[in-house]
């Protein structure tokens, strides 16, 4: 829809909010002004940005210079919004369609509740010496509990392809001691109740240990347990650093042969200062991943999210029991068109080799 009246190549595309502009700051009694819009077309067109420059009906009625801005209409080098159209309205529908950026002091706040994240399109200026000044957009507001969303989303996809997930979220408050206390607690319980490979029911039934034998430096012997630590990212260097002590301990408490090996995970469940424990029996882990994940998100999205792929990876990795993190690509998706949106996707991880 910008493509007829899109000046230069540029960085950015953006819409002039013509009346706005004209109108900034104007002493009283007298007439927008049509230096105002000149100004900021002279700006972008500077910086090599595409704009276009929609005006409310009204503003041919009230600018200062009439017969300039005429002639402007006419060569279609101002635009206006369609009869019997809220002009405010216009500009924001066209910059979702176009994800364009809208030069406009107005804050649009009677249409907050149709338009999404409207600061985030939104260019504010001001005028020094007649020169147009455009300060920057906000930055988009992320979906609450985005993260949270697509690890929910992961494990669903997970659960209907029959692997059994830990799903408790609740957490327990985090120190090295109450880690090694719970876990002493579950374990012991569930040798008293002799629930047999299982572990308080909890825990996937997957492909043997000795596939994880050779990943783990100078273990002589298949561990009896693993016992992967939940925590949240900023709990997770504390949690590495006692990992060998708690190990002991549960080892020597309940008198094993062997010491269970503890997997610390970054979990985007976790609250800072909880964890949640997912313990299985050595022969209940599986090596590798057995799937690859693809995320598909809005453009605002990508980013923040792909900042956060491997703590996706992490949280999946220790919920499904999978020793290997699963391999997380992020891609934007045109289709997707409003912020917090995504789809998922599950791929079979490729052999190497013939």
């Known amino acids: 829809m910008l493509n007829h009246v899109i000046r230069f190549g540029g960085i950015l595309k953006v819409i002039i909010d013509a009346s706005n502009v004209a109108y900034y700051q104007i ?24 704009f276009v420059i929609i005006a409310d009906a009204s503003l041919r009625h009230e600018i200062d210079d009439k017969n300039k801005y005429k002639i402007l209409l006419e060569e279609k080098a101002i635009e206006e919004a369609p009869s019997g159209t809220d002009a405010d ?3 924001l529908n066209l910059a979702e369609e176009e994800n364009a950026k809208i030069l406009s002091n107005d804050y649009f706040r009677e249409f907050f509740d149709e338009f999404k994240d409207i600061n985030s399109r939104r260019l504010p200026y001001f005028f020094k010496n007649d020169e147009i000044i455009i300060g920057q957009s906000q930055k988009p507001k992320k979906a609450k509990n985005i993260l949270q969303n697509i690890s929910n ?14 799903s408790t979220k609740d957490g327990i408050d985090f120190s090295p001691l109450n880690i090694a206390k719970e876990s002493l607690i579950r374990m012991d319980k569930s040798r008293q109740n002799g629930l047999g490979d299982k572990i308080e ?13 050779g990943m783990v430096e100078n273990l002589e012997t298949s561990a009896p347990y693993v016992i992967f630590v939940l925590v949240n990212p900023r709990n997770y260097k ?3 650093k006692n990992a060998g002590n708690i190990s ?11 010491n269970p090996l503890i997997a610390v995970r970054n979990d985007l469940y976790m609250i800072p ?49 999978s ?25 079979k991880p490729e052999k190497g080799g013939l």
């Open 201 to 213: 029911g909890l825990f996937s039934k997957l492909p043997m240990f000795d596939k994880i034998v």
């Open 238 to 240: 504390e949690a590495v």
């Open 153 to 166: 989303n992961i494990l669903l996809e997970f659960e209907q392809k029959r692997y059994e997930t830990y």
């Open 273 to 321: 200062e909880r964890f949640e424990l997912n313990i299985l029996y050595s022969d209940e882990v599986e090596q590798d991943s057995p799937f690859n994940i693809e995320i598909r998100v809005n453009s605002h999205d990508e980013s923040f999210v792909k900042k956060n792929s491997r703590n996706i990876a992490s949280t999946i990795a220790g919920r499904i029991g």
């Open 27 to 50: 002493e009283e009694n007298s007439k927008p002004k049509l230096t105002n819009i000149l100004s900021a077309v002279n700006i972008l067109e500077k910086n090599g940005h595409e």
């Open 89 to 91: 309205h216009f500009i």
């Open 248 to 258: 002991v301990t549960i080892g020597d408490r309940l008198k094993l042969e062997r």
């Open 323 to 347: 020793w290997k993190f699963p391999i997380v690509s992020v891609k934007p998706d045109v289709l997707l068109e409003n912020p917090g949106e995504f789809e998922i996707y599950l791929n």
